[in-house]
């Protein structure tokens, strides 16, 4: 390759999602790169990359969904691979970066396991890490590489935008979201308010009252992801206590385990809107669900990374959070 040429744009795909990873490649206008991924009978992960690597600027796509453990060491795998087989730079794509929830030790003898899968895909040999709307913002710290931090507040606000809702007011599920919800509100020209949540134990929430005015109004909960759905639907009956006429609900990732579909089905919440950071397979068992797709954001990011462009360019600021 001469001095002056640029290396190749490859793009490659996990069993996590390998829909949402055709649809930013399909979004890029290239096509996915060819891989062999399969099991030994005892579990372990083979792979396999079908064309050559060599010199090329690599994005990885996985998500980190259930199996959550596999889908993580499959990464790892294939980001050894791709070391090995001598590509430039590496860049896993990481819609929905796992172990985000232990980012501190709240309590003596507990891991910190956000800080561990940066350092696992840092001995892997991962040169740079997009992902999207992190648990906590300081785990970009974790890291000694370059993170691109995106976030889905575009397209949810301009989805809602798109309704035209003159009264409303967007809930925080708790303070340490309230930065956030003041994006959203200050996007949507729309109230604030905030919900006061405790956790008396793992999966577990009470939320005792709303900081705020939202009788009468249309109320919107906004957080980073729905694992059990027991804080937004916990959220939505509160509002709907204190007198708001209508409820929606709307997060990044919809992990969507253990009685969430039930819980969100029973909810009297109007619509709930997630984007597609994660599969969500029994979607068609929840009426009440909304959809967006986040590829032209993850293929835009990657094109300003090959072309090294501004990232933060893309978002005007909103990927600070």
Known sequence: MAPHEKRKLMLFSGTSSPELGKEIADCLGVRLGQVKLSQF?????????????????????????????????????????????????????????????????????????????????????????????????????????????????????????????????????????????????????????????????????????????????????????IDTAGTITAGVDTVVKAGAKQVFACATHGILSGPAVDRINASPMEELVLTNTLPTPGSDAMPKLKVLSIAQIFAQTILNVYEDESVSAIFEEDNFL
Request: glycine share 8%; hydrophobic share 45%.
């Open 41 to 225: 009978s005892n579990g372990e992960m083979y792979v396999r990359f079908l064309e050559s690597v060599r010199g090329a600027d690599i994005f990885l796509v996985q998500t980190m969904c259930e199996p959550v453990n596999n889908h993580l060491m499959e990464l790892l795998i294939m980001i050894d691979a791709l070391k090995r087989a001598s590509a430039e730079r590496i860049s896993a794509v990481i819609p929905h970066y796992g172990y985000a929830r232990q980012d501190k030790k709240t309590e003596g003898r507990e891991p910190i396991t956000a800080k561990l899968v940066a350092d696992l895909l840092t001995t892997a040999g991962a040169d740079r890490v997009l992902t999207m709307d992190l648990h906590a913002g300081q785990i970009q710290g974790f890291f000694d590489m370059p993170v691109d931090h995106l976030t889905a507040l575009p397209a949810l606000t301009d989805y809602f935008s798109s309704k035209n809702i003159k009264d409303l007011v967007v809930v925080s599920p708790d303070v340490g979201r309230v930065k956030v919800a003041k994006k959203y509100a200050d996007k949507l020209g729309a109230g604030l308010a905030i919900l006061h949540k405790t956790r008396p134990a793992h999966n577990e929430v009470e939320i005792g009252q709303v900081v705020g005015d939202v009788s009468g109004r249309t109320a919107l909960l906004v957080d980073d992801m």
